[in-house]
């Protein structure tokens, strides 16, 4: 099984500053990793898909990179209501894993 | 428009059944798989399996293999998620989503909770 490990597990920023998380995957996963928001009593929503692209209604200021086993999740200016665990999210030969996820603080 | 709309929540008793539901409209139901994820309190997201409604072709995560059960009805757009006898470490959030490559539309999710 595929292991994806997330850091760091907590990020506090002021509004504005940048943001970048990281996805590790104890395994080549190529490009098939996917990235989610999930606020406080919500459901997930997917943010970024095949490791850089953006999903559909999705603010410019997400993106994505990566490939093979390291992968960054970036908010170029953090807005409050960023606020949320961020996961990521592997496909591969018929499973499917998430990373333990990153906490989003608003300083 | 793309839903997914969950069955409500549910107090259950340990040794008890259930079966949840998963309803999707907006878009050919038959054409996508449907997965489900579960979320233990104050936990991450788990995925437990999926399933391709028009054949009931299912893939189980191993962790859930045996535990659960995924069904689906082409005929009503809905698929299921059964339990034959609940543990109390079965309380969670369970969500099920339309999967396009990746989770793409996600259902509200449906809250068991399993107490004595």
């Known amino acids: 099984e595929i292991v994806l490990t997330q850091s760091p597990a907590t990020l506090s920023l002021s509004p504005g500053e940048r943001a970048t998380l990281s996805c590790r995957a104890s395994?080549?996963?190529?490009?098939?990793l996917a990235w989610y928001q999930q606020k406080p009593g919500q459901a997930p929503r997917l943010l970024i898909h095949?490791?850089?692209s953006r999903a559909t209604g999705i603010p410019a200021r997400f993106s994505g990179s990566g490939s093979g086993t390291d992968f960054t999740l970036t908010i170029s200016s953090l807005e409050p209501e960023d606020v949320a665990v961020y996961y990521c999210?592997?496909?591969?030969?018929?499973?499917?894993?998430f990373g333990g996820g990153t906490k989003v603080e608003i300083k | 428009e793309v839903q997914l709309v969950q069955s409500g929540a549910e107090v259950k008793k340990p040794g008890e059944s259930l079966k949840i539901s998963c309803k999707g409209s907006g878009y050919i139901f038959t054409s996508y798989w449907i997965g489900w994820v579960r979320q233990m309190p104050g936990k991450g997201l788990e995925w437990m399996g999926v399933i391709y409604p028009d054949d009931s072709d299912t893939r189980y995560s191993p962790s859930f293999q045996g535990q659960v059960t995924i069904s689906a009805d082409k005929s009503i757009n809905t698929a299921y998620l059964q339990w034959s006898s609940l543990k109390a470490s079965d309380t969670a959030m369970y969500y099920c989503?339309?999967?396009?490559?990746?989770?793409?539309?996600w259902g509200q999710g449906s809250l068991v909770t399993v107490s004595s």
């Open positions: 395994q080549s996963v190529s490009s098939y």
């Open positions: 999210q592997q496909r591969t030969n018929w499973l499917f894993t």
């Open positions: 989503a339309r999967l396009d490559g990746t989770f793409d539309y």
């Open positions: 095949d490791a850089s």
